[in-house]
């Protein structure tokens, strides 16, 4: 079966420190992969997703990257965290066949800037 | 569109009642739409999904009900459980029509079972 890994689970980081969060899918060869950020009381909203190695497609302007070095590796990065990067970052994978195959959540890295 | 506000609705029903969360959708050219379960500091768990083509769908307690006409989706749980608490997410995919697997996701209902 398919799992999703995230780490770290939580992290508390000054204000302009890099950022590097992890993502790797087990189980499954060539997913879609997706950053979402979802900020407290709110639902979620799609910061990046990709079809293949080294595809990433951007769908907010932000300060924050991802790249995707590996084909079930996805990471999210930033040079300089601001205030507003914090919140609750998702992982999520779906099989790629069809843009509406189901998306399935990792359990989240709970990010907070100081 | 995005969700604003930080006060979620919230239901609270007694164990052993039936559940009904509503949604409201916005894009009438959305093909398929899915249920999400999140448990406080977790990531959302599928629950259904239910494709443009369909009205009606059931899973174990779980059903969801589509009416395009009026772009309007609902979660059905039967028997609620103390365990089914969390917030519950509905959310859109345009399919073909939108950016690659683009999942917009509404507000989020806070449900609250009474023991």
């Known amino acids: 079966s398919q799992t999703i890994h995230q780490w770290p689970a939580t992290l508390v980081q000054p204000v302009g420190s890099p950022l590097s969060l992890e993502c790797t899918v087990e189980g499954t060869s060539n997913p879609n992969l997706y950053w979402y950020r979802q900020a407290a009381g709110r639902g979620l909203q799609l910061l990046f997703y990709s079809v293949g190695i080294g595809q990433i497609s951007s769908e907010v302007p932000q300060n924050l990257s991802a790249s995707r070095p590996q084909d079930r590796q996805f990471i999210l990065s930033s040079k300089k965290l601001l205030l507003s990067d914090s919140g609750f970052y998702l992982c999520?994978?779906?099989?790629?066949?069809?843009?509406?195959?189901?998306?399935?959540f990792g359990p989240g890295t709970r990010l907070t800037v100081l | 569109g995005e969700s604003v506000g930080l006060h979620l609705p919230t239901l609270s029903v007694q164990e052993g009642d039936n559940s009904i969360i509503n949604c409201a959708y916005s894009?009438?050219?959305?093909?398929?739409f899915i249920w999400y379960k999140q448990e406080s500091g977790k990531g959302p768990q599928f629950i259904i999904d239910i494709r443009s083509n369909m009205d009606k769908r059931q899973g174990q307690r779980v059903t969801v009900l589509l009416n395009k006409t009026v772009k309007h989706l609902s979660l059905q749980i039967a028997a609620t459980q103390p365990g089914d608490s969390a917030v519950y997410f509905c959310a859109e995919n345009m399919g073909y029509g939108g950016s690659q697997g683009n999942l917009i996701f509404g507000k989020g209902t806070k449900l609250s079972v009474k023991p």
């Open positions: 894009n009438s050219a959305s093909d398929y």
């Open positions: 999520a994978w779906s099989s790629g066949g069809h843009p509406t195959d189901t998306q399935y």
